[in-house]
C-alpha cells in the first residue's frame, strides 16, 4: 500500500467520524442539558453536578405514567392484531389458489402507498360514526390489517418447503393446524423483525393520534410529550428534554441493549 | 378439494381484507366523493357542490404555498438522505476503525420518534443559546432566527428529515452491500481497478433496486411525515414550512372545513399514486413483487 493511499484512508476515516460526531450532536446536547440543572443548560462545564432533577419534575408536571400505560396497551394491541390478521391473510395469499386472488392481493399492495397516514380526513369521520373517538381503538384500527406485515409473511410463507405441508397433511391436519405447526414456528425471525418494525413504529406515531385522541385517558407519550412541551412550560429547555428523553427511552434503551438484533430485524423487513 | 381450498383461502384473508376495506379503499372512494360536497353542518347530509371545492384549492394561495415547499421538500431530502445513506453503508460495512460505534451513530434517530427529535432539534436552533447559535457566534456570525425566519425555516426542517432518515435507508444499503460477493471486489482490485471505479462500475449497478426500494420509500416519507411541522413552525413562519399534509391537517382539524380538507387529501393520493404507477413502470416487477 502506498504512502498516498495511507493519507486518503486516514482522511476518510477522519471524514466518518466527523459525520458520525454530527449525527449524534443534537442527541448529545439533548442528554446534557436533561441531566444538568438548568443554569448549565446551554454553558458547558466538565464540573457541573449530574442531577435527575429535571426528570423528577417532568414526571410530576403531566400524567406520563398514564401516556406510557396508554403508549404499551396500544402497541400491544395494534402487533397482536397484526400478527394474527397478517398470519391467516399471508397464508391464504402464499398457500390457496382462489379466484380474484392476484386483484386482492393488487388491493392489499394499495395500502403500502396510500398509508392510513394521509387518510386522516375519512379516517376521523369513520371514528366519529363508530363512536370510538378518543379511544385507545380508534388509535390503532387503521394500522391493524398491515399490507406490510401481509406481504412480508406471504414472502416468507412461501419459501417454506411444500413437503412439509403435504406430510403434516397426510397426517390428518386442517389448514389453521399446518400453519401453527408447520409455517409460523419456521417464520421466527420475520415475526420478530416485523414486531421490532412494528413497535417502533406505532410508538413513535404522532398526527393521527393526536388528531384522534383528547383526553388523558387516551394520548400515547408522543401526544401527551407534544401537549406538555407546548403547554405553559414557558421554554424550560431542561425540562422538556428530560421529557423528550423519557418518551424516547424505551426503544433507545431496548436498541442499544438488542443493536445487532434491531439492525437485523429492519434489514431482514426490507431485503423482502 | 379445488372448492375447499377457494373457500378456505378466503376466509383466512377475509378479516384482513375487511379492515383494509373499511380503513383503506373506503376512506380514498370517500375522499373523491366528499371533495365534491360541501363540509356537513349539523347533521344535515352535505350538498353536492361539483367542483367548487378545486375552484376553492386554485384560490387558495397557502395550497400552492404548501405545494411548491412539498416539492422543495422532497428535493431536498431526497436525494441528499439516500447520498449520505450510500456513503454511511460504505463506510460501515469497511473495514474502517470504529464501525460499530458509527453504525449506532447513524442508526439512533430513526428509532426515535419523530416528536421527540423534532424537539431536541428545536431547542437546537433555539435563537441566542441553542447549540447553533453558540457555534455560528464562535466565528462571530450574527445572531439569526433560524426557524423564525421564511428564508432558513424551510432548510432548517428538511435538514431535520435527512437526519432522521439517512441512517434508515443505511440499513438498506448495508443489507445490499452484504449480499455483494466479496470476490467480485478481489478481482477487481487484482486487475488493478480503483476504488472509485470499482463503486461506479460495479456496486452502485448491484446496488439499483435498493436505490428504486428507497426512493419510493422516501418520495412517500417526504409526503406523509409532517410531526416535526407540527412541533417546530406549525407550519410558519408565514406558510414557509406548511407541507401539504400539514395544510389537510389545518383544514380538516383546525377549520373543521373537512369537504375542503378531502379535496386537498385527493391531491395528496394523486401524488403517491402516480408514485406507485412510476414504481411499476420503473422497477422489474421481479424485484419485488415476486
Known amino acids: 500500500m502506498t504512502r498516498s493511499e495511507d493519507i486518503a484512508r486516514l482522511i476518510e476515516t477522519g471524514a466518518a467520524w466527523l459525520l458520525g460526531f ?251 | 378439494m379445488r372448492a375447499s381450498a377457494a373457500i378456505h383461502g378466503w376466509l383466512l384473508l377475509l378479516p384482513a381484507a375487511a379492515l383494509l376495506a373499511l380503513f383503506t379503499h373506503w376512506p380514498v372512494v370517500g375522499t373523491l366523493w366528499d371533495s365534491f360536497h360541501a363540509t356537513p353542518k349539523g347533521g344535515r347530509a352535505a350538498p353536492f357542490v361539483g367542483l367548487e371545492n378545486y375552484q376553492v384549492m386554485v384560490a387558495d394561495e397557502v395550497f400552492w404555498r404548501s405545494l411548491v415547499n412539498n416539492l422543495w421538500y422532497a428535493l431536498g431530502t431526497i436525494p441528499l438522505s439516500i447520498a449520505l445513506a450510500i456513503v454511511m453503508a460504505l463506510w460501515v460495512n469497511s473495514a474502517m476503525r470504529g464501525r460499530t460505534w458509527l453504525r449506532m451513530a447513524f442508526f439512533t434517530p430513526t428509532v426515535l420518534p419523530m416528536i421527540a427529535v423534532a424537539n431536541i432539534w428545536l431547542f437546537f436552533y433555539t435563537p441566542q443559546y441553542g447549540l447553533l447559535e453558540q457555534f455560528t457566534s464562535l466565528f462571530g456570525m450574527s445572531s439569526r432566527n433560524w426557524l423564525g425566519d421564511p428564508q432558513t425555516a424551510l432548510a432548517c426542517v428538511t435538514v431535520v428529515a435527512i437526519w432522521k432518515e439517512a441512517g434508515f435507508f443505511m440499513i438498506f444499503y448495508l443489507a445490499a452491500l452484504q449480499s455483494i460477493p466479496p470476490s467480485l471486489g478481489e478481482a477487481a482490485a487484482l486487475e488493478g481497478a480503483s476504488r472509485g471505479y470499482y463503486f461506479r462500475r460495479v456496486v452502485f449497478p448491484l446496488l439499483m433496486p435498493t436505490t428504486l426500494f428507497v426512493l419510493v420509500n422516501a418520495v412517500i416519507n417526504s409526503f406523509r411525515l409532517v410531526d416535526h411541522i407540527v412541533v417546530m413552525t406549525r407550519g410558519g413562519p408565514n406558510n414557509a414550512t406548511s407541507l401539504l399534509l400539514f395544510h389537510v391537517y389545518q383544514v380538516g382539524f383546525s377549520f373543521w372545513d373537512t369537504g375542503y380538507a378531502a379535496a386537498l387529501t385527493v391531491v395528496l393520493l394523486f401524488i403517491l399514486a402516480s408514485c406507485a404507477v412510476g414504481q411499476f413502470v420503473f422497477i422489474d416487477k421481479r424485484v419485488h413483487y415476486q
Open chain 1, 22 to 272: 454530527l449525527w449524534i450532536l443534537p442527541l448529545a446536547y439533548a442528554f446534557w442539558t436533561a441531566f444538568h440543572a438548568p443554569e448549565y443548560s446551554t454553558r458547558f462545564a466538565l464540573a457541573a453536578p449530574l442531577t435527575l432533577e429535571n426528570f423528577r419534575r417532568a414526571w410530576e408536571a403531566a400524567p406520563f405514567a398514564r401516556y406510557f400505560l396508554n403508549s404499551f396497551m396500544l402497541v400491544t394491541m395494534v402487533l397482536g392484531a397484526q400478527l394474527v390478521l397478517c398470519t391467516l391473510a399471508g397464508y391464504a395469499f402464499a398457500r390457496f389458489e382462489f379466484r380474484g386472488k392476484d386483484i386482492a392481493f393488487f388491493l392489499v399492495l394499495v395500502q403500502l402507498m396510500i398509508m392510513p397516514d394521509v387518510l386522516i380526513v375519512e379516517n376521523y369521520r369513520t371514528m366519529s360514526h363508530l363512536g370510538i373517538l378518543d379511544s385507545i381503538p380508534a388509535i390503532g384500527l387503521p394500522y391493524m390489517a398491515s399490507a406490510f406485515g401481509i406481504f412480508l409473511l406471504r414472502q416468507t410463507f412461501k419459501t417454506v418447503p411444500r413437503e412439509l405441508d403435504e406430510a403434516a397433511r397426510v397426517e390428518g391436519a386442517g389448514p389453521l393446524e399446518i400453519l401453527w405447526k408447520v409455517y409460523v414456528p419456521l417464520a421466527r425471525p420475520v415475526y420478530l423483525a416485523f414486531g421490532l418494525v412494528s413497535v417502533s413504529y406505532h410508538w413513535n406515531n404522532f398526527l393521527w393520534p393526536l388528531i384522534v385522541t383528547n383526553s388523558v385517558n387516551s394520548r400515547p407519550v408522543t401526544v401527551g410529550l407534544q401537549v406538555f412541551s407546548s403547554g405553559d412550560q414557558g421554554i424550560d429547555w431542561s425540562v422538556i428534554t428530560a421529557a423528550t428523553l423519557m418518551t424516547s427511552a424505551p426503544l433507545l434503551i431496548g436498541f442499544l441493549l438488542f443493536q445487532r438484533q434491531f439492525v437485523q430485524s429492519f434489514m431482514r423487513a426490507g431485503i423482502k
